[in-house]
């Protein structure tokens, strides 16, 4: 889950996206599909269901949403700053991200963050914890 090939083959959108798109990416970026952008994807996938690839539209694509990037940029720069407990039935509960650390780490990298950015930055991290605690808290 490394930061290694960030935009390398992302599929973008310019159209302004609604939060369950950063959501989507922090799920993403927690069970490692976050880079899984090989442009054949959609069209193994196709094929293996035997439909045409022609009838896929855009809204059926996968990639983050130019609107997007800064988000996932800032949220790829302090995804290290988890808090999490170790469970006494073995794992770790996910509580979100350390915010004083999450706060050094930005200023560290000189990312300039605006309320937006942040609300953005919560919405992956929401997506991120939900994900790395499905099944955690039943």
């Known amino acids: 889950m490394g930061r290694s090939g960030f935009g390398a083959g992302l599929q ?45 539209t ?6 983050i949403w130019e609107s997007n990037v800064p988000a996932v940029h800032a949220f790829l720069t302090i995804d290290s700053q988890f808090r999490m407990t170790a469970l006494a039935r073995g794992g770790v509960l996910v509580h979100g991200l350390d915010y004083n650390g999450a706060r050094a780490g930005l200023e560290m990298a000189g990312v300039a963050v ?11 991290e929401a997506g ?10 039943q």
């Open 114 to 124: 605006t309320p937006d950015l942040w609300s953005d930055i919560q919405m992956i």
């Open 128 to 137: 991120a914890v939900g994900e790395l605690n499905r099944g955690r808290m």
């Open 12 to 56: 973008r959108r310019a159209a302004e996206s609604p939060f369950g798109k950063l959501t989507q990416a922090g799920r993403d970026w927690a069970n490692g599909t976050l880079f899984n952008t090989r442009p054949d994807d959609d069209a193994t996938e196709a094929a293996f269901w035997g439909i045409n690839p022609a009838l896929l």
């Open 58 to 63: 855009a809204t059926e694509t996968k990639g």
